[in-house]
């Protein structure tokens, strides 16, 4: 039996072992960090690969070299550090003993800047995490932590994080970030301290008197406080920057929400939906919020400005659509002429809008044959596309499988001598075929790249000539 190196209990099952120099230094840098003597007396350093075999219960391994675990042990003995105590024996001060044991390993697999899982707007997918590839990159994240800090810019918290996180480079710890948090710390960079300090400044003659507007529009709206979408701000820059003629830039559009957030501190900005940001004041009660919403419920529930025949379309499309969930699906393969025939009464609206409500899950007679009919007519893929889009018939791909499937059918019921003779010759018993001529024709039809065309045979039996046929 064989004892684990760092849990030291006695184990039946089969314990795991550093294979290579990169496993024993993480092992190693978290020993130190613990300050855990029995692994830092098997070698001299991360570096000096231990002569006897160092095994341990993989879950001991990972609680071991948990990251988390490893940068809040070393952020106490950081402050403790900072309280008094001496140690002759460091060299460096307390913050870069600190730095150094972050630095030391591989960073978790979290975003450097918001340390947490981030979802993109309006939807349950997660953002993905990418890894730093270039040093531009971690050049350009250690100039931005310096201009927030030196600035005192709301993300001035991440970027002292960042800062310690940086003093080793981001492409070794193996840092991770969001393309959204990337974007957001790093804008600095391309804004000038004039655009930044004094925005008003920044757009010439009447500038400030643009920026007034904006800023009696936000003094309004704490005096009376509601909720208004942020575009209304937008509107009122935009409308006044056109009656003095002054131009706004894009950069200072983008800038507004964040010059309005830092000017005016009673203001909230809740984002909504996708691309849609709400903004009311923090004096608004919530009472009033909520007489106003049950207001607009009981009017949409009260209204009775539909005539009669308004409710019987409402009530007839109401109809169709239940009728429309139990249809079914499938559609004969392949569809038979039978299959394809309009019952009377079924305009092509009407066969137009099954089709559509269903998304294409139900195929009308018209949804199968129109396209078949301009594909044959036109010869242009493009065309048979457009009316897919369009909500009036099948796609291309299910046209051309379609004509394959009734190709491949006439295949099977051929004779074994590969001719397939009509029906209507074959009901006259003393009619022989004297010849039969066959060819294949191109159909070329007319695509954007010039794939996708389709062939077909044509048959011709010549006959002797017959009174009844």
Known sequence: MENCVICSSESDENLAQC??????????????????????????????????T????????????????????????AESSKTG?????????????????????????????????????????????????????????????????SRHTNMSAIAANISGICAKDLISSEAKYHSSCYKAFVHIMYETDEAVNNPT???GNNNGEVYEAVYSFCEALISNPRVVEFKEVRNV?????DKLGVVVTQSQYKNLLRLISNKFEQLVFLN????????????????????????????????????????????????LNEKMKYHPRAMAWPPEEKD??????????????????????????KSVLFPSAVKALCNNTEVVKLINRCGHGIGYNLVEEIETQFALKVINEQTLNRVLIPNECKQF??????????DNIDNLECTMSGAGTSYRVNSILVTTASRDI
């Open 85 to 149: 105590q001496d140690q002759p024996q460091v060299r460096r001060g307390s913050r870069d003993v600190d730095r150094s044991a972050i630095n030391s390993a591989v960073l978790p697999q979290t975003c450097i800047f918001c340390e947490k899982p981030k979802y993109k707007p309006g939807t349950k997918t997660r953002e993905k995490l990418h890894g730093v590839q270039e040093f531009r990159a971690d050049d350009t994240v250690r100039k931005s932590a310096s201009l927030h800090l």
């Open 429 to 438: 018993n003393n009619l022989s075929v004297a010849l039969m001529v066959a």
């Open 340 to 365: 394809l025939g309009t019952k009377a009464g079924l305009t092509a609206l009407a066969q137009d809008i099954v089709y559509s409500v269903s998304n294409g899950a139900i195929k009308t007679p």
């Open 19 to 52: 294979k290579d120099a990169e496993s024993w230094a993480r092992l190693y840098c978290a020993a130190e960090i613990r300050q855990f003597t029995p692994i830092l007396d098997l070698s001299h350093g991360k570096h000096d690969f231990p002569r006897s």
């Open 237 to 241: 820059l935009s409308d006044e920057a």
């Open 272 to 319: 909504y939906q996708q691309n849609k940001v709400l903004m009311y004041p923090s004096t608004l009660k919530l009472e009033t919020v909520v007489v106003e919403n049950f207001e607009l419920k009981s009017d949409v529930a009260n209204q009775t400005s539909l005539d009669e025949n308004s409710k019987t379309v409402i009530n007839a499309a109401k109809i």
């Open 54 to 77: 160092v095994k341990y219960h993989v879950t001991c391994r990972k609680g071991f070299v948990n990251q988390k675990n490893l940068q809040s042990l070393s952020k106490k003995t």
């Open 201 to 203: 400044e920044a757009m």
